[in-house]
């Protein structure tokens, strides 16, 4: 079965600071990978999508960004992290449905 | 584009009774899967149920059911002899058909449920 590590499980950071969130997948070969944010007390919104290596295709503009350098691994990045960046970060794996997700990175901006 | 729909930002019931939490969405697609995903305090995304549009039969998973209504557009959630541990934001999920490689999904706005010992 799928199983998706995400790390780090919370970090603070302050404004203006790069990120880098992480995403492995094990169980499952040429998975769809996908960043959703859940904003406090919100649903989640798609932020991006992979179907393969390097490729990306973002749902939203933002300040954020993402790779995906090996088929089982995805990347969140920025290089200055905003205020607005705060949020619960979960990667999830597909391609055949339904989404699996990760247990998720808690990002909180000082 | 889909939308989600989640009108009951709040529920709480009595441990062991039922409680059906609602949801309505909108689509032009015809062939389409929707969900039902549990997020307890711990914030790990748990996938709770799954119907196929094309399925007329609802969809069941031990003490949780769906009453799919696809010409009015609604997917309601049922717990029964509901448990402590089934306090949780329960979220509505919409997704097309796969095919292009690309399966999103749509969520709604999620309830939060919580059960009274």
């Known amino acids: 079965s799928q199983t998706i590590h995400q790390w780090p499980a919370t970090l603070v950071q302050p404004v203006g600071s790069p990120l880098s969130l992480e995403c492995t997948v094990e169980?499952?070969?040429?998975?769809?990978l996908y960043w959703y944010r859940q904003a406090a007390g919100r649903g989640l919104q798609l932020l991006f999508y992979s179907v393969g290596i390097g490729q990306i295709s973002s749902e939203v503009p933002q300040n954020l960004s993402a790779s995906r350098p090996q088929d089982r691994q995805f990347i969140l990045s920025s290089k200055k992290l905003l205020l607005s960046d705060s949020g619960f970060y979960l990667c999830?794996?597909?391609?055949?449905?339904?989404?699996?997700f990760g247990d998720g990175t808690r990002l909180s901006i000082l | 584009a889909q939308t989600v729909t989640q009108s009951q930002p709040e529920m709480s019931v009595q441990e062991a009774e039922t409680v059906t939490l609602s949801c309505t969405y909108d689509?032009?697609?015809?062939?389409?899967?929707l969900f039902w995903y549990k997020q307890p305090p711990s914030r790990q995304m748990i996938l709770v149920i799954r119907q196929e549009a094309y399925k007329q039969q609802n969809a069941t998973e031990n003490r949780f059911s769906v009453n799919f209504q696809k010409a009015a557009k609604s997917f309601s959630l049922k717990i029964s002899d509901s448990q402590l541990g089934d306090t949780a934001m329960y979220f509505c999920?919409?997704?097309?058909?796969?095919?292009?490689?690309?399966?999103?999904?749509?969520f709604g706005t999620g309830t939060r449920l919580t059960i009274i010992p």
């Open positions: 999830a794996a597909g391609g055949n449905q339904p989404q699996h």
């Open positions: 999920a919409f997704m097309k058909r796969p095919g292009g490689g690309n399966e999103k999904l749509t």
């Open positions: 169980g499952t070969s040429n998975p769809n």
């Open positions: 689509t032009s697609e015809n062939n389409y899967y």
